[in-house]
């Protein structure tokens, strides 16, 4: 079992930055693939990055694209999502994942989930 609890999230302009975080415990955090996901009202979970277990491989939604970064710290066994140049579309709960077998943008196959944390971007 792995526990995820993600921070960061809040109140912020357009064009502004956030740090989100996802602390884990429970099994190896180095073991398991990081995922972030998103999902705002009235609309399905969506895709955002993932990052590899050894943090060498990244991946990223289009529209997020050279805007956001995710890593990795598997010693203090957190992982990052680095929001720069926000937008209002960017509004949405963002939760962070943990999948056993493989980096995937695919959220039906993570095994563990965080409780998500609100990002709110404003005009």
């Known amino acids: 079992q792995v526990q995820l609890v993600e921070s960061g999230g809040g109140l912020v302009q357009a064009g502004g930055s956030l740090r989100l975080s996802c602390s884990a415990s429970?099994?190896?955090?180095?073991?398991?693939?990081m995922g972030w996901f998103r999902q705002a009202p009235g609309k399905e979970r969506e895709f955002v990055a993932a990052?590899?277990?050894?943090?060498?491989?990244?991946y990223y939604a289009d529209s997020v694209t050279g805007r956001f970064t995710v890593s990795r710290d598997n010693v203090k066994s957190t992982v990052y999502l680095q929001m720069n140049s926000l937008k209002p579309e960017d509004t949405a709960v963002y939760y962070c994942a943990a999948d056993r077998q493989k980096t995937t943008r695919n959220p039906k196959e993570y095994d563990y989930w965080g409780q998500g944390t609100q990002v709110t971007v404003s005009e």
């Open positions: 990052i590899s277990w050894s943090g060498g491989n990244t």
């Open positions: 429970g099994r190896t955090f180095s073991n398991y693939a």
